[in-house]
């Protein structure tokens, strides 16, 4: 018997992006019928909340530390191990579509294999797999960049190149620049066809690889969508699936400025101060971009993007699962489907990502269709896992013993399962270093339904600060309990066991070698 | 000689963003006549295609297809140190680019140095001048030439502006 693993992820996509999850807008089927045939994660929580650090944990099952990309610009080392390398070495036909961003996008002199192929339009490193992939075609967030995409859509759609948001303005900054209706940052018109868009193209780039393959193939086949990351600039055909004007603002969106500000001066000090647009302490929201200036309505309208563009997502995958039961493959078919970190998307008067440890960011879609060959019972685990359990999850399907180096366990396939784990709780680190100056360092534990995050010394932080989040009484996470007395033994329990479980820092981190 | 075409730009307030340094087994004159031929610098600058020179003005077009215009400030043999801005297209408010070549015991020690703004650049040039002193070891006590380098000959007549920083 043959195995085959379909691993999707997506970009910047929160929970509740997903019917199965309790999304209300996006229709979403094909994921919601893989979730009913399967195992739905209710926590699934990133070892980092930005793309480089959490796509490292996910192709090497390594926390941050042990990994060493600590923030984005840092390139995984060449020679990491990876459960791509793991599955090639046994015999799999690997290959990966879309967006990797295991090494820097920012790299004029094509320091890194990823921008040499796809610059050069090369499949492979030079006729080597790259890190245990057969075969790559890249995508980013747009035409642009040292991708396979930007070369085929140069070759097939050149009138399109300039249609997509340029993610970056002519200082390298994240571009700041607003449109749409109403004005919002990174929202724009984009004329190009659907079918030229990124999404239709990654899996069109997938399909043609199995397409080549033999039917008694072992296969992984990580299909990795670039949206809805921003810049939110779905093709214009399709943005009248969802019409913000009648969105309601999310859950997570304190209406009211003056409580919105008043829940910031709750929580550790950055967050107002970014706000305010006192700070700027990480690359990945644009630095001349104030928050404070977010109104209701452009909520509504990146809101409605970001729903059009998981719908686009979701009905891609279904072209790719329906040719795959067409080949015969869907009985041994694991498919695993999640996302690198989530997006505020209005949370908390908020838009994009930064060292923020709250659900916006870290709640992600997890769901795992196992092999129908396989019988498993679908279900739905409520506990934490993580991110870093994906690659050994790849080994266990593959019949491949998880090695030493992996720090995550296989995914449990049901609550009782999740029970029995050896390690529930589930670690989130952020450490960056801005141009600025800005310095901010934290770490995170989720355990007992408690989101527990300690500051270190830094630019905004004198080290005594914290988060503690009670996920049963106070989903929106609005109550900030760190200096609460009555939380002070549940607290310092949590910190202990943090400190227990973090791997050691390495003594000689790994450099920055590009903003992004 | 000092060859100097013009006062190198300085702003006091501006500070070294990049400072790189390597001895390599060689005595400074061969080194520094290296360095200081400056359309020679995409033999020694892995992921730099060519580096044409006209006047004060040298174009630098990268791998990934970006082009770089530079301005050549100095090039001062009795000090062995060669300085340079970026000029465009890419919007640079500051830039000034210094190599010196300087006695050491064990043959000579390079120092690259660069101030940038913007800052995001700055470890994108950190990485590659780091890169670049090798490249400049590799061929001054090997004679190899850099990764992606295209001679004179080999050169193809694309302008540079179809790729991206």
């Known amino acids: ?516 | 000689m000092l060859w100097k075409w013009s006062v190198p730009f300085r702003i006091v307030e501006h500070t070294v963003d990049v400072r790189r340094e390597l001895v390599i087994e060689s005595p400074a004159g061969p080194v520094w006549a290296v360095v200081a031929a400056a359309e020679r610098q995409a033999e020694w600058f892995p992921g730099m295609v060519s580096s044409r020179v006209e006047g004060a003005v040298r174009t630098v077009v990268a791998a990934g297809g970006a082009l770089f215009q530079e301005e050549i400030l100095a090039i001062d043999h009795s000090r062995r140190t060669f300085e340079y801005r970026i000029t465009g297209p890419i919007l640079v408010h500051h830039h000034l680019g210094r190599i010196s070549v300087l006695d050491d015991e064990a043959g000579c020690r390079v120092v690259y140095e660069q101030e940038i703004d913007p800052k995001a650049m700055a470890p994108v040039l950190d990485a590659a001048v780091g890169d670049a002193l090798e490249g400049l070891r590799d061929l001054v006590v090997h004679g190899r030439t850099s990764r992606g380098w295209e001679s004179p000959a080999e050169a193809s007549p694309g302008d540079g502006t179809e790729g991206n920083i």
């Open chain 1, 1 to 516: 018997m043959s195995r085959r693993i379909l691993f999707v992820t997506t970009d910047q996509q929160r929970y509740d992006a997903l019917g199965c999850n309790g999304g209300r807008i996006a229709r979403t089927p094909v994921v919601d019928q893989l979730a009913a045939a399967g195992i739905r994660y209710e926590r699934a929580i990133p070892q980092n909340v930005v793309c480089m650090p959490s796509r490292a944990t996910m192709l090497t099952g390594q926390h941050v530390r042990n990994h060493g990309v600590w923030m984005n610009g840092v390139p995984l080392p060449h020679d990491a191990p990876s459960v791509s390398s793991l599955l090639h070495s046994a015999g799999w036909r690997t290959g990966l579509f879309g967006k990797a961003h295991f090494e820097p996008f920012l790299d004029p002199f094509l320091r890194f294999p990823e921008s040499r192929m796809g610059r050069h339009r090369q499949t492979d490193e030079d006729g080597r797999p790259h890190r245990g992939f057969d075969h790559m075609e890249l995508a980013g967030h747009g035409g642009a960049g040292l991708v396979h995409y930007s070369g085929w859509l140069r070759e097939n759609h050149p009138e399109h190149l300039a249609s997509y948001f340029p993610p970056v303005d002519r200082t390298l900054d994240v571009n700041a620049d607003g449109g749409g209706d109403t004005g919002a940052p990174q929202v724009s018109h984009n004329p190009i066809p659907r079918d030229a868009y990124h999404t239709d193209w990654v899996v069109d780039r997938a399909l043609a690889w199995l397409d080549g393959l033999e039917d008694c193939d072992d296969w992984f086949c990580w299909v990795s969508f670039p949206d809805p990351h921003h810049p939110w600039d779905p093709p214009a055909s399709e943005v009248g699936r969802v019409q913000w004007r009648d969105l309601d603002l999310p859950a997570g969106y304190p209406v009211d400025r003056t409580e919105r500000e008043a829940l910031l001066d709750a929580k550790a000090p950055h967050w107002r101060r970014w706000y305010d647009g006192d700070l700027v302490s990480n690359y990945e929201a644009p630095a001349k971009w104030v928050p404070a200036t977010l109104t209701a309505d452009q909520v509504r309208e990146v809101d409605a993007r970001t729903h059009v563009s998981n719908e686009l997502i979701d009905e891609a995958l279904g072209r790719l699962l329906k040719a795959l039961d067409r080949r015969g493959w869907d009985e041994d078919l694991d498919v695993v489907f999640t996302t690198d970190h989530g997006e505020f998307q209005g949370d908390h008067g908020l838009l994009f990502k930064g060292p923020y440890h709250v659900d916006s960011l870290m709640r992600l879609p997890l769901v795992w269709r196992p092999a129908p060959s396989r019988g498993v019972v679908p279900g739905v685990v409520d506990g934490p896992v993580g991110l870093v359990d994906l690659a050994p999850t790849f080994c266990q399907i593959a019949g491949l013993e998880v090695p030493d180096w992996m720090d995550g366990a296989p995914l449990p396939a049901s609550s009782a399962g999740w029970a029995s784990r050896e390690r529930p709780a589930v670690l989130t680190e952020w450490d960056s270093r801005h141009p600025s100056g800005a310095e901010v360092h934290l770490q995170t534990i989720t355990l007992d339904g408690m989101v527990c995050t300690r500051y270190e010394p830094g630019t905004s932080h004198s080290g005594t600060e914290g988060e503690l989040w009670d996920l049963s009484t106070d989903p929106l996470q609005r109550v900030n309990r760190w200096d609460d007395p009555s939380c002070r033994s549940m607290r310092d329990a949590l910190v202990n066991e943090l400190d227990a479980l973090l791997p050691e820092r390495p003594s000689d981190p790994l450099r920055v070698e590009a903003p992004v």
